[in-house]
């Protein structure tokens, strides 16, 4: 020990940081490396859209299943493609019921992802979620992995551009008014692989990032685990309730709120000469 060093005080010496100083510590290191990083990737699974009142679906769907069949049909069944071409009715039922919140509004962690953007930063957002919501709070650049309930098609003739409230305000199954067949929402199921364009901009973006923050996710739905493999940046950042085994090496971890870490989130007056 350099004996320059003043010695702490007895005090100091057995004080045990309390968990709300030792969060402060972890916000004024999170607000210096959003500070210091331009290209940032915010890569979010369901925990960011659970605090806008949005239940997962894994966890909201025991109750339909014993309902409606009797028998327990796990959802990944129901949000399986083979079931949504056999039992069209029934997937419509379970998807109006538990898979589309209109009335969910963006919250903090949404907004302030959106003011970090406006105020010059590159940021991307790659989500899991199919609800819009970062969108509606105004992000410009987001990455929907599993697709969004807001764009929906033909499953016959191709003809897009139905709206959600199209598909929520049919009787049972929506139909195409320009041929008849059936209308899926623009959502990736079980059985389907996600869009090839969609996960080349999500890796292109995360390998180009300075940051990476990863929130409301375990990272157990495949492929996203993968991901984050491709970040060769500077800070990597993790806010999630459990903790998330496969990615303990990351610079800062928060065992959070995903709301309650970016509400403290400190938004800087945007520069001049924004170039990306
Ligand atoms: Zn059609």
Redesign the pocket.
Known sequence: MDTNDKLPTREEYFHEPTEKEIFTQKMEKFNAMLDECHRIVFFGGAGVSTESGIPDFRSSAGIYNKKQFGINIPPERILSRSFFDMHPVDFYDFYRKFMVYPDAKPNITHQRLAQLEKSGKYVTVVTQNIDGLHQAAGSKRVIELHGSIYRNR?T????DGYSLDYIMNQDVVPV?N????VIKPDVVLYEESLDSESVEAALKAISKADMLIVAGTSLSVYPAAGFIRYFKGKYSVVINLTEIPFFSGADLAFANKIGDVFDKVIIKKKKRSPQS
């Open positions: 033909c016959r003739c191709g003809m195409c320009m041929c008849g067949g």
